[in-house]
């Protein structure tokens, strides 16, 4: 509830979010005991920093993760916009209830109007006065392939974003910052739409039957065996749509009497799966060890809630890539204390795999780390692949259980063959078994478009989010008017870009997010920073305090690091 | 005199972290007020502020008016809450009076069960018939090239090659995935396409699609079922529609299957209930989950008896149509049409494209005003990458090819009567479903007593039909999962591409079976 408690948890250097922790270790800790100590001090300059040695070891390289404080001026800015749009919409809401304005919002039938309401009135009331100012920055109808560039259907509103016209134009090669396409495979031409329409062909488009029945093709096994090479596993097991992987699976692996513990901003997926295990849930603070060390001894000493019974098991539930922070999990970090108090690792790959690491095999070839240590790996087709779907790697006999007890395998309909050969030919593609080079080709070029366009973004004056080595790049808005007013203008100046608010963010924390992609080129990042750039001074985006301090300011702060030395 | 204080506390050190507190103070209040305040963000703040009047002046007249006690009494009221906040906070419940080295020793003596349970290497379900090729009217299993009894290919659309080109043509405009969900960048105008023909089709308002059949009534159902609501819902009900109880943790009340009279039984009960509390009669939304074609049971529910109680008790109805969709109704327009039930008295449909469409994905039709709530609240919709748009096409192109030829509907249903009519008299073995139902069950007569050994005869049978060329299958079920587990049952499906000459072949081979297993 208050500040401190908040910021209790979360401590020192290591932390993000936090600059003062005044009562850092006055929880009762003590310190030698655990496996990722608690920094006392304040607050030191990287120069004085002196890590615990167990936790620098563990990273190969720097690990780079930055989330500059919003400024007081910005946040008490927000707030009074929050508060402003909330007046007129209870001033707006008035009016209609007065039927002084028009209101568009569809209604009960008169049959059913002394029904219990559907709806509770407050429930809509953001999105009736506030989503619906900007509702235009959302959904927008696209009619090509969602590659670098794209084509997008023009619409109008007469209405103030109640209602949408097409006017039937089209506006042209407009750049995609806002697609998951890390490594470029939504293609409508070249191998993988090849092979894709071949099976087509062949197969047809459904497959009308689950995979215990009769929907177990040929192609599925052919992928699942292919995946689990890939992954570096001995077994794979894949499903037809990437949310319903979490949501249906992790039910099949946890039940009542287990612990699993979630990160905070973990995917709605996660969450949803979590729930319906039945098994008990707590969350800790984004990526923070200390945080998740705690939750793990206290579950270990005070066992189950009232009957002090211990756990029958305890999963840890994580993402590779945080779609909306881009911030890299500290998995290193994880696997010691995993192995520590013997916890289960669950990894959601969704953004990471293909994303990250020298050889595009996620975040556990980022680290350099055996995919041996996380018990499932987990992720999706979605977005890497440029196809449908998700899998679920590990040990055979995970893999076993899961065939006969996932939900998905009993009760779903199986993956769409021609989907399954697209994951095919691009899996094939960044493994290089395609005989050709193209793959390492892409995962190079999405990391050098990642570091030069989180570099120039950076060196422009905005705060963004996260890693330096994460595709997602989140640049921080915080003001709920500007969040229209930013997607619109990228759009004026042809540029396709992704900008959230709340709830998907915390409230202050409305953001525009960036996914880079392998098939952008130079000169197509160029245009999008220049005009990214413009619309910032525009709209007065460069919040970054770092920069007027020059080169002294850019290390210090929230940048944390781990040097290997 | 009423006095009532809204205080909203905004923490802002230099930390990240925000707070805003909502303390809500009321001295002698006889009417509680809300003050609107620049800050009113959080969502309980809306939801109180909701139902009052807007009465800032009236506010501030009470202030003046109110004696000097009273705010000497309240000003240090607040202080001390301030306070409170400020202060430490403890967590009783997490003490532990265990020493360092105690902690120790329990970390270091627990053992976690396994991550999963060891699974036999011959358990019946692991290792899974394969399928060489696409699974349409022949289909090649392990193999073995059969006539397809187990695939829900009603119409047989699995490999139109109207659609295959549709989707060709879809496939080199848009290439396959649309790599992202919905709202970002992921809406493509096949999307909006397949969303307006199918409600035209269904003879709705609107209606929204999904990338999965599963996720669609197991996202459908929490999107406006919250706690404290009720679900009256079918036993039979299917697994994707438990999901959907189980996610939205509203309380659940299960009703025999197809009994009417147990449902208004159960909706008695809460009539009374309600009298007791109108209150909060007033607030509990009420559900009925209805299946059109139960695919547990091959039967149909008496929509219009469940009308009928929705009126008489005012409760909305969700129907599931994922089997009677596409089958079901002179232009496959489902139970609806079936029974000349106003499509506007159910308050949603909903049901999947993976069965008589032959794509993948589901759709959920209805009003506007109900519909539209999903693009927002539906999980499987906004949190999940659309429909890869070769998939929303060749939807498209079977649904032309259900609206230009509605004749196929009656074959279809003819098909079906003559299955179940074929199948009538197997020895050993009974037909479970409506002659309409395109999926039948085959149960045991005479169970053994043992779910194990009856699987196991079934299993037998459907092999020997495999042997045979005729591809069966046995309807699967998590039996620990389901909260009433269906008997074991052999599916047998029907599609229009099955000839007279193939059904009676079947269902030869399946009394021949029979004899031999079961005897």
Redesign the interface.
Known sequence: ???????KL?NGDTLH????DK?AGGNGF?KN?CLFQQQQKRYRRPAEKSHHASRTLLYKKTFVES?E??P?LV??LT??G???L??FG?LRD?LRDWKLEKCHL????E??K?????????EN???RNL?MRIRDN??????????AK?DL?ERVTPDYNWTFEHTGKVLKDVI?M????YLG????TGT??DT??EC???????????????????KH?ELEKLAARFLGVESSMVF?????TN??NI?A?MEKGCLILSDELN???LV?GA??SGATIRVFKHNNMQSLEKLL??A???GQ?RTHR?????LILVEGIYSMEGSIVRLPEIIALKK?????LYLDEAHSIGALGPRGRGVVDYFGLDPCDV??MMG????S????GGYIGGKK??V??????S??A????SM????TQ?IITSMKCIMGEDGTTLGQERLCQLSENTTYFRRRLHEMGFIIYGNNDSPVVPLMLYMPAKIGAFGREMLKRNI?T?VVGFPAT???ESRARFCVSAAHTREMLDTALNAISEVGDLLQLKYSRKNRRGSEGTDCFSYLESHLD | MKTFINLYK??????????H?HIVMSGSSTRPRLM??????S?DS??M???QQ?VLVEMVQAFYEAPAYHLILEGILILWIIRL??S??YKL??R?D?T?KE??E??EE??????????SKD?P??N?????????HK?I?NGKECI?F????FLG????ER??LK??LS??????????P????????V??ELEERLAKFMRT?EAIIY?????TIASAIPA?SKRGDIIFVDEAA???IQ?GL??SRSFVKHFKHNDMEDLERLLKEQEIEDQKNPRK??????FIVVEGLYINTADICPLPDLVKLK?KY???IFLEESMSFGVLGEHGRGVTEHFGVNI?DI?LISA?M??A????GGFCCG????I??Q??SG??Y????S??P??AS?AIEALNIMEEDPGIFRVLQDKCKHVHKALQGTPGLKVVGEPLAPALHLQLENSTGSRTNDLKLLRAIVDYSMDRQI?L??????EK?ERFLPPPSI?VVVTVEQTQEEIERAAQCIREAAVKILK
């Open positions: 509830m208050t500040q401190n408690s908040a910021s979360l979010r936090t600059k003062q009562k003590v005991h989330f404080e919003t007081l946040a008490v707030y009074m929050y508060g402003i909330t007046i209870y008035f569809a209604r009960e039938r049959e059913q002394d029904f219990v309401p559907l709806y509770q009135d407050f009331f953001y999105t989503y959302w959904n927008r109808p696209i009619r090509s392939v969602p590659g794209m259907v995609n806002g697609s998951y396409n495979f939504a293609e409508n993988c739409a894709a329409s087509t062909e062949k197969y047809g488009v459904g497959v009308c039957s689950t995979r215990q029945e009769l929907g177990n093709i040929d096994e037809g749509m990437g949310f319903a949501s249906m039910p692996l995917h709605a997926s949803l729930r319906l001894r206290d270990m000493v005070h809630p211990p756990w029958k098991k305890i520590k108090y013997k916890a289960y018990d499932i999706t087709f979605t977005k692949f440029g196809a449908a006999e995970l076993d259980y899961l065939r006969l007890h939900h998905s009993v009760y779903a309909t769409s063959p021609p989907i697209q396709g992704v915390p409230i202050i | 905004h923490t802002h050190t230099h930390t990240h972290t925000h707070t507190t609107k305040h620049a800050h009113a963000q969502r809306v939801k502020a909701a139902g807007w906040l400020f430490k906070t419940q997490e532990s265990l360092e902690k120790e329990l970390i627990w053992q976690p069960e396994p991550l999963v349970p060891p699974v358990h379900s692991l899974y018939d394969v399928v060489t090729g696409p699974p349409s289909i299993v397809n187990a695939s829900f290919n659309l699995l490999d139109s659609v295959k989707a060709l496939l080199k405009k848009y290439g396959v995935g649309t790599c992202g919905r709202g970002f960048y992921g809406t493509f105008d999307h909006l308002e990338s999965y059949g599963f996720a406006y299917c697994f994707s999901k189980q996610a009669a007033r607030v509990i939304r009420r009126y005012k409760v909305r506007d308050d999947n993976e069965n469409l032959a794509s993948i009003r506007s005003f109900v539209d709530h693009r927002l999980q499987g906004c949190f999940s990458a429909l890869p070769m998939l060749a591809a299958t046995l309807a699967r079920y998590l999962e599916r």
